[in-house]
């Protein structure tokens, strides 16, 4: 990192705002301020969302061990807890109030914060410019803006913590009434003001980013990027893009009207609400509204999760298999398929709301439609790694994981996307496996698969290997006990969301699985922290990269500098010849070619 | 102070961890970096596959241990369709996870790197990928077609002959409301809730709901093989009516009324005997959080003969007159075996039977 900025030359024009421009006929050495927190080069936005992310995670990750000790253990008491949470876990016992407000924040955090921010933030700012072949992004200070919005967020999220009533307790869904009225639960006071305040930053901080990425990757492509030149993961960053930028404006509009709902007194979620002692004048509302608006965003948000770990695990799996990609065109449209249907099913979370019943069936059409394109994207990663060479580096592992995880938790889809099922399974533990395996150990799977296989791109050092190793078997073993399981729980009607089950004949006696649950939840939450020392500790102190392209890869941002200065590429940007795929004898014994090297006479183009 | 102590601990201890695993990692390079790749590389690959053979073992031992915690057979006939159904795509979606999952773990230590092994270079084929995608197309639209029969059955309009019974939500228990005599539930307003006597806001005026009686131990009456139709509503925030044994599931929304239908099949008394458990007890959870009491939102149902439906209403009082004793004294509200005495007209469904 010690290159100092290097911003000159006409390629370099189009690609800053002027205001560095101005600057950009002198080299010189950039402030602290500007270089590493005022920043706007894309690499080191990246590593800020990446960072806040991974201190988001631990963060969620601790209250998930809490409430786990609640659920496992309900007879007993953690003097340790008090140390953390004071009066709301006295004596050691962890509140109801409490419960739900570490369940709802653990919701917000992970989703949220960790893998949207922390996902697609980190990589769409890292990958975009470098694997397209631009300088930075198109708006370098709209994605400085856009980190700021996501951290002025979270400071509000995390003073939210603290207020006296609670956070908001209401579930991440927060559906009112519940989270309208502050009669109806501590955490409907200020808490769920600062959690709604909170958001619609994050919103903006989303849409800065998401036009940023799209129309970097419409324009600002190297010569010779086409389309279909792009690796995966472009595309994948790309569609994410899409579904953000279409559909956090509509979860806004619901939470604009859930702010009027409990500040002015209009009635658009409430209606005939008898509530502490009286009856509310409100009359008309509809709660249903809320959902719709909420599912609107909240099942493409499945996908915004879901679609960066799926370009990465793409780009991971072919490199360390020393094979193209199975299917590149497949994958394209079915990354298209999921994102046009991802905006078809939002209302399979809401089968058993009281909505129409012909348009319940509708949405189970859809719904089931979206396993399809699912299912080529699992074919095509297993063809993939058929009769590859395959490495088993930590980053493939991951990426294997993932693929693993993908097809568990895919799998449960197709039950609760299934009303008839749906009527039964809806908010049970089944869920919880479902969308957990799914959405949350997959995405995360994806996610540690590319921060180990950036890593050397983002700080020009290796992560421990060993540490690698055993970060990986321990959470995969470990999110398997704890989620497969929870399956049994759920189709037995066990309902989520619930502090103590010993009052329930029909569902006591899962106290031991649940004991059993949380130890192992407990295990993987330690298996997250050799993780994060390992992250940390590698920065500094990691192997040092001493090849430009450590793991012999065809993509563009293996040709900068081990340590790339802002604007990437010293000199001209490279021109691009071929796809991203070209893993076959170059003729001098490697076994790939990149991108940058022109056909050879008479071969053809893929 | 300890609790600071801890973290400071626990962070010691991973430092050390991470200086372990760095020295291993200067080992490699003095070792030579190339032959502790390969051996890494293929004790990965072993360890990967033993991965699965253990996954495969765990959910053996897993489905053994808790396959008889599981819920006893259906107590509705949408249960017993809903039983066939899940039993269906629990095949379906099993056989694809063992053939993807073994796939997956077998190709990958089959085609581990090796010294002399290069890649195929296979970038893709139609006739392939028109098959993996039509087979999983026509396996949902069986599902789908599946899943809508029984969905449309689920929501149909329930029988004529189907008792009516309404069920209310609020924080946190759950108000049973039965018709009563007329068979007809009056109409309420949230407007006249008071939580002294009109806990469901019943509207006075309405000579429906002179007979209406009100179970406020959230203790659901229903008679065996006679279908009936839940009526439900909430008077604060949203709440779920979850009938786990009957697989049945419906949300209670305020200002808005939902429905759900469906037979009982079973008696309590007959799944006593079912499961062996003396204690057991068809229960109402709540499964749409509603707030701190959430998790103790308990109802119960009760599913019995005719008879003993007959015997059991027969001893309850109507909710008007539970509440408005005092304005007719000469009844007494105490003992409802007692013929009531009928004074005025709107005193004259004072008592059930």
Known sequence: MSNSVIIEGPNVAHGIDTGDHHHGHEHHEQHFITKYIFSQDHKVIGKQFLITGIVWAVIGALMSVFFRLQLGFPNETFPIMEKFLGEWAKGGKLSPEFYYALVTMHGTILVFFVLTAGLSGTFANLLIPLQIGARDMASPFMNMLSYWFFFLSSVIMFISLFVQTGPASGGWTTYPPLSALKEASLGSGVGMDLWLISMALFVVSSLLGGLNYISTILNMRTKGMTMTRMPLTIWALLFTAVLGVLSFPVLLSGFVLLIFDRNMGTSFYLSEIFIGGKALPHVGGSPILYQHLFWFLGHPEVYIIMLPGMGMASEVLSNHSRKPIFGYMAMIISLIGITLLAFLVWAHHMFVTGMSPFLGSVFVLLTLLIAVPSAVKVFNWLTTIWRGNIRFTVPMMFALGFVSLFISGGLTGIFLGNSALDIHLHDTYFVIAHFHIVMGVSAFFGMFAGIYHWFPKMFGRFMNNTLGYIHFFLTFAGAYLIFWPMHYEGIAGMPRRYYDYSAWESFKHFDNLNAFISIAAIMVFFAQLIFVVNFFASIFRGRKVTVKNPWGSPTLEWTTEINPGHGNWEGDIPEVHRWPYDYKDDGNGNDFIPQTVPLRPGEEAH | ?353
């Open chain 2, 1 to 353: 102070m300890s609790g600071f102590l801890t973290i400071v601990l626990i962070g010691l201890v991973f430092v050390i961890i991470y200086q372990i695993a760095k020295a291993s990692e200067y080992s490699t390079v003095l070792r030579g970096e190339e032959k502790i790749n390969r051996r890494v590389n293929r004790s990965m690959a072993l360890l990967f596959l033993l991965f699965f053979v253990a996954g495969m073992i765990g959910i053996v031992v897993c489905h053994n241990a808790l396959s008889d915690k599981m819920l006893p057979v259906s107590a509705s006939d949408h249960g017993v369709r809903y039983d066939s159904m899940l039993f269906t795509t629990l095949v379906v979606t099993g056989i694809v996870f063992v053939i993807t999952q073994t796939l997956l773990f077998w190709f990958a230590f089959r085609y581990q790197s090796t010294e002399k092994r290069t890649s195929f270079f296979f970038p893709h084929n139609n006739k392939l990928e028109l098959v993996w995608t039509t087979v999983p197309a026509i396996a949902m639209a069986c599902l789908v077609a599946i899943g809508l029969r029984n969905w449309v059955r689920e929501t149909s309009a329930p029988p004529k002959d189907s008792m009516v019974v309404e069920v209310v939500g609020k924080q946190f228990n759950w108000l049973i409301r039965y018709p009563g005599k007329d068979g007809v539930l009056g109409k309420r307003d949230f407007r006249k809730i008071d939580d002294a006597n009109n806990i469901l806001g019943l509207d006075w005026s309405d000579k429906d709901n002179m007979d209406d009686v009100i179970a406020q131990n959230g203790e659901l009456h229903l008679v065996v093989n006679k279908p009936v139709s839940l009526i439900i509503g909430s008077r604060d925030v949203i709440h779920d009516v979850g009938l786990a044994h009957f697989r049945m599931k419906m949300d209670a929304v305020p200002g808005i009324v939902t429905t759900m239908w469906f037979t009982p099949t079973i008696t309590s008394a007959k799944m006593k005997e079912i499961t062996g458990n003396k204690d057991f007890v068809y229960e109402i959870s709540c499964d749409q959080m509603c707030g701190k009491g959430h998790y103790s939102m308990r109802g119960t149902v009760i599913v019995e003969t005719q008879e003993e439906y007959d015997a059991w209403m027969a001893k309850q009082q109507s909710y008007y007159a539970l509440n408005n004793a005092p304005a007719t004294p000469a009844a007494p509200a105490a003992d409802s075996s007692a013929a009531p005495v009928q004074k005025t007209d709107s005193a004259k469904v004072l008592t059930m039977k």
